[in-house]
């Protein structure tokens, strides 16, 4: 949760106020999402979780489901009455895969006490090798889980004429990459995400390919309005460790958003007066 210092008469401050991150009209106050895979221990990952100050967290149905390796107890794992569960459709290579696991991932939450959580991740990968999201798959399943009445989180590539046609079908959110998921790229369609940024009516969520709290301050002080972070964190050699500096990460970044970075010069420009100086 953001605080900001109160103004004094040395160094008066005019920061715009924070509002919470609001998706399908749920608030939340932490802007970093996080996941559940990859790590080396359940323990680890409960650890993770806590240090990132994170309140949603994404789950895969599927492996889930099938008890993954890795993902044996993961449901039980976590508190439910205090982290958001996100599921999502990983694993899924057609609209009509992702249809039927974001069903059975509203299912799940119900069982986990979560009666009233409609939200999914949805992600249609067919590409095995880069794991590029489909387009075209992504949009067909997005306008048939929003008349379900799905609160859709479709991750996307950094399209922002696919960005604009999943919100004029009722995504509630748009996710685009900002590098191939689990590289560790850092945000290589930063100029993508920043046309989908300067048009989005609903908050747009920096997805994949974050690889370091800088990058995720980046992605912040663009105005995105959040972003999910899973590899870099549970990767780390520390991952609780790595966690916390994300979700500070995460702060600074939308602190840096709302404060007004100053304007870019082609030329230098003193920051000592220069009036008063001493005559040589």
């Given at each position: 949760?953001?605080?900001?210092?109160?103004?004094?008469?040395?160094?008066?401050?005019?920061?715009?106020?924070?509002?919470?991150?609001?998706?399908?009209?749920?608030?939340?106050?932490?802007?970093?999402?996080?996941?559940?895979?990859?790590?080396?221990?359940?323990?680890?990952?409960?650890?993770?979780?806590a240090a990132s100050g994170c309140e949603i967290v994404t789950v895969a149905?599927?492996?889930?489901?099938?008890?993954?390796?890795?993902?044996e107890g993961l449901a039980e794992a976590l508190d439910w009455t205090k982290?958001?569960?996100?599921?999502?459709?990983?694993?899924?290579?057609?609209?009509?895969?992702?249809?039927?696991?974001?069903?059975?991932?509203?299912?799940m939450a119900k069982l986990l006490g979560q009666e009233d959580n409609n939200?999914?991740?949805?992600?249609?990968?067919?590409?095995?090798?880069?794991?590029?999201?489909?387009?075209?798959?992504?949009?067909?399943?997005?306008?048939?889980?929003?008349?379900?009445?799905?609160?859709?989180?479709?991750?996307?590539?950094?399209?922002?004429?696919?960005?604009?046609?999943?919100?004029?079908?009722?995504?509630?959110?748009?996710?685009?990459?900002?590098?191939?998921?689990?590289?560790?790229?850092?945000?290589?369609?930063?100029?993508?995400?920043?046309?989908?940024?300067?048009?989005?009516?609903?908050?747009?969520?920096?997805?994949?390919?974050?690889?370091?709290?800088?990058?995720?301050?980046?992605?912040?002080?663009?105005?995105?309005?959040?972003?999910?972070?899973?590899?870099?964190?549970?990767?780390?050699?520390?991952?609780?460790?790595?966690?916390?500096?994300?979700?500070?990460?995460?702060?600074?970044?939308?602190?840096?958003?709302?404060?007004?970075?100053?304007?870019?010069?082609?030329?230098?420009?003193?920051?000592?007066?220069?009036?008063?100086?001493?005559?040589?």
């Open positions: 949760m953001l605080t900001y210092p109160a103004p004094t008469q040395q160094a008066p401050a005019k920061l715009s106020p924070d509002t919470p991150l609001t998706i399908a009209g749920r608030q939340f106050r932490s802007r970093l999402m996080t996941g559940t895979g990859k790590y080396r221990s359940i323990e680890e990952m409960q650890q993770s979780v149905v599927r492996r889930v489901q099938t008890k993954a390796a890795g993902h982290i958001w569960m996100l599921p999502n459709t990983a694993g899924c290579q057609t609209a009509e895969e992702a249809i039927r696991v974001a069903r059975l991932g509203r299912e939200f999914v991740k949805l992600e249609v990968i067919p590409d095995a090798k880069y794991l590029l999201p489909d387009p075209i798959g992504t949009l067909e399943a997005a306008e048939k889980l929003v008349r379900e009445g799905f609160a859709v989180l479709p991750y996307i590539n950094a399209d922002p004429l696919l960005a604009k046609r999943l919100q004029d079908v009722g995504c509630a959110t748009v996710m685009p990459l900002g590098s191939p998921i689990g590289s560790g790229q850092g945000i290589t369609t930063a100029a993508n995400i920043q046309i989908i940024i300067e048009s989005a009516r609903v908050p747009v969520v920096v997805d994949a390919g974050i690889g370091t709290p800088s990058e995720a301050a980046q992605a912040m002080e663009m105005g995105a309005d959040a972003v999910l972070i899973n590899s870099a964190i549970a990767l780390a050699e520390n991952a609780a460790a790595m966690a916390k500096a994300m979700g500070m990460a995460v702060e600074a970044g939308r602190l840096a958003y709302l404060a007004g970075r100053m304007p870019v010069r082609s030329s230098a420009s003193a920051s000592s007066p220069l009036t008063g100086t001493i005559a040589g």
